[in-house]
């Protein structure tokens, strides 16, 4: 079965603080893909990230950071020095190719407070 | 590119009544478009999965003559609830995808308040 784990429900932190949100999944097929996605409370889903299985290799952009291990089966996601327009629900997500459906994780809501 | 838009963005109906929500795909073609749910505080749930001109994949727990979709062209897909009542107020959310297996490209979302 396919399943993503956020166990972080919310997280808050100060203005210039980084802050990492965790996303561990499980799956046995061995090509998938993972996501993460932000939802600001206007509702509308903000694409950040797709990685697929055979690359490991983190990736920065901007303030952003993502930590991919397979070994964990963790896709990490770090903000660096946070902004109050941070503040949102982050979602981490997980599609594979047997099953081709996203399955999204419950979520962690973030504040970043001035 | 690769936009994705929802009509209405609110909606409130009256218990019993049906509504119909638009998801159009808006400088792609969409061969396949996913209709999902969230409730407050909640995660996204995928309803059902549809491909243009075949009937859709609903997920499990959720009622095909409640929730109808319609995939009748490439880049329009509806879900209508039907004989709504208040535990249907939810967010819908919809997506598309070209072909393959490219990704997901969102909607803003539909609120549904069923009074």
């Known amino acids: 079965a396919q399943k993503v784990t956020q166990a972080q429900t919310e997280i808050s932190v100060v203005e210039k603080e980084d802050v990492t949100l965790d996303c561990v999944y499980e799956t046995r097929d061995t090509t998938y893909y993972l996501f993460w996605y932000k939802q600001p409370p206007s509702g509308e889903l903000v694409f950040l990230i797709r990685r697929n299985s055979f690359d490991e290799q983190n990736e920065i952009s901007g303030r952003y950071s993502w930590n991919f291990q397979k070994s964990t089966s963790s896709f990490n996601f770090t903000i660096t020095a946070s902004q109050v327009v941070d503040s949102a629900v982050y979602f981490c997500?997980?599609?594979?190719?047997?099953?081709?459906?996203?399955?999204f994780g419950t979520g962690t809501r973030l504040q970043v407070f001035p | 590119g690769a936009v994705v838009s929802q009509h209405p963005s609110r909606v409130i109906c009256k218990s019993g009544t049906s509504v119909k929500i638009e998801c159009r795909s808006l400088d792609f073609q969409a061969t396949t478009m996913f209709w999902y749910r969230q409730f407050p505080k909640k995660s996204l749930m995928l309803m059902a999965t549809?491909?243009?001109?075949?009937?859709?994949?609903?997920e499990q727990g959720v009622e095909k003559d409640k929730f109808l979709i319609n995939h009748a062209s490439l880049t329009l897909s509806t879900l209508t609830v039907t004989s709504a009542h208040p535990e249907d107020s939810s967010f819908y959310i919809c997506?598309?995808?070209?072909?393959?297996?490219?990704?997901?490209?969102f909607g803003p979302g539909t609120r549904l308040t069923v009074t």
């Open positions: 997506s598309a995808r070209e072909g393959g297996r490219d990704e997901q490209y």
């Open positions: 997500a997980l599609d594979t190719y047997n099953t081709d459906k996203l399955i």
């Open positions: 549809s491909n243009e001109g075949s009937k859709a994949t609903y």
